[in-house]
């Protein structure tokens, strides 16, 4: 059974960091990872995705430049570092999982396995 939990999140002020990390267990076989949020009301947006061999890493255009996606492979552990975050970055955060990572990275559905959450709140 594969999961992914996540852990990170909490309340910050504006222009502080936060690293986000998403566990993985229970895949014996490589897989690329994304990062998407959702806030209260709004659409469920992607932020970030990485390959395999994170030789492909990929932002949303709203996170370009602050955002780094990196992950461990030996640990299991894909990770979201969030840098001069912004209170429009305030959303809840989830990581999911892409069994054959490829082009439609940006889209939500088309990622096999999804964590549960963690939130991020950023004051200004």
């Known amino acids: 059974q594969v999961q992914l939990v996540e852990s990170g999140g909490g309340s910050v002020q504006a222009g502080d960091s936060l690293r986000l990390s998403c566990e993985v267990s229970g895949i014996y076989s490589t897989f690329g990872m994304g990062w998407f949020r959702q806030a209260p009301g709004k659409e469920r947006e992607f932020v970030a995705a990485?390959?395999?061999?994170?030789?492909?890493?990929y932002y949303g255009d709203s996170v370009k430049g602050r955002f780094e996606i990196s992950r461990d492979n030996a640990e299991n552990t894909a990770y979201l570092q969030m840098n001069s975050l912004k209170p429009e970055d305030t959303a809840f955060y989830y990581c999911a999982l892409q069994r054959l990572f490829g082009r439609r990275y940006p889209l939500w559905d088309e990622y096999d396995y999804w964590g549960q959450g963690t939130e991020v709140t950023v004051s200004s």
């Open positions: 990485i390959s395999w061999d994170s030789a492909k890493r």
